[in-house]
């Protein structure tokens, strides 16, 4: 495959400066200045086997494709509150303000522009950074000029989009999203059925960035907005960043399910007290959660091929908003499972995890594979992404690949792919063979 080398800077553009944002913000920050590590994140610390065994080929992922480098990232964004990046990775209180200290200068320079934003789709927040238009095509259009005043002003030849906003009510697509040209009609109509996220979605398609979504809302998996990524080649990911509890989930029951051990209920529960804990307090704002995590046990352990193991499993998945925990969440699982002969069993995992500190790394990876998408050509839904989200996008007919393992081995062997690299099939038969 042909590929265009990264650009001098590349612009990470984030609608949603809160704790998620900040957290991956100052992390660069903080790396580039020699006072952290990129852990978690794959590009920067995972490994890529190449070739056969025997070849002792491993290079890291960065030294493989060509990516832009840290210092090449330049940060802008919206939100709903006039704080610079400073105040608020200082107020979500992630990252230690001795370590804040340190990078303060790029931090409090980072400025956030005004959000597009509707307190129907957020019901738990309230804002006084925000747009006004006569509707929402006008919205649309001031965050194109708002991306454009950026480039000029950063010299940023690429860009990327990741949406780190709240996530919003549940929404269910329907006509207005079924084409771009309702779609556009939509915006021009100020539709109800077009939430801010799309809104920035379109401008960053319209403008050929690639757009990333780390919430499960709808935003950018809707056939208006694919089809617009269609016509201007630009590549899109999303739902829901993998991280806590479904990270568990998806490398637990793939585990459980290649050893043919049945499972009759999963129950999970969370307690945490961030903003984003708080708008998931709201009923419609968790129902689009709840879609998105309770998707993926079905899909790993498909009931309907293993009906003696799986087809009676009870699966509940809560959330507690829980102010004294902040950032630091802790999940409970309890799986109810049985081996030979029907004999039960119990598993418990208490993961007490730090989300933001969960979710930063997968924010860089998407950012720098989403822009090498870009440079190789590849547009549309960027399924081999799947592996940093919990509610992937597929084309219609597909089933999402939910599957930790699968999802890595399809990751790699894209890379490998997009570099002319043999792909890798764990076959090893040939080593035995003269
Ligand atoms: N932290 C994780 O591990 C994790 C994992 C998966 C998904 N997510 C999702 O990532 C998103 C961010 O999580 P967070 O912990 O940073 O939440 P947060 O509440 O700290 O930050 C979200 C920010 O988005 C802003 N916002 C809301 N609507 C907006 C709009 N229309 N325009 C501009 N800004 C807007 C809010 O004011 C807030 O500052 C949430 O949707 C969350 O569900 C987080």
Redesign the pocket.
Known sequence: MQIQEPSEKLGVLI???????STFIAGVEAIKAGIAKPIGSMTQMGTIRLGKRTENRVPVVKDFVPLNDLPDLIFGG????EENMYQIALR?AVLKSTLLEKIRDPLENLSVMK???DNQF?KK?N?NWVKTGKNKMHLAEQVIDDIQGFISENKTEANVMIW????EVYLQKSVVHSTLKNFERGLKDDNPHIA??MIYAYAALKLGIPFAN???NLTVDIPALEELAHNNDVPISGK??K??QTLMKTILSPGLKARQLGINGWFSTNILG???GE?LDDPDSFKT?EESKLGVLESILQPELYPELYQDIYHKVRINYYPPRGDNKEGWDNIDIFGWLGYPMQIKVDFLCR??I??APIVLDLVLFLDLARRTKMKGIQEWLSFYF?SPMTLPELYPEHDLFVQLAKLKNTLRHIMGEELITHLGLDYYTE
């Open positions: 609608p949603g400066l809160g704790a998620v944002a919206w939100d709903i509150n979500t959000g597009v934003f957020v927040l804002g780190c906003g709240s996530t801010p996220s780390g919430s499960p829901d960043f991280t806590g961030n903003r984003d708008v959660k989300d933001s969960l979710a919990k």
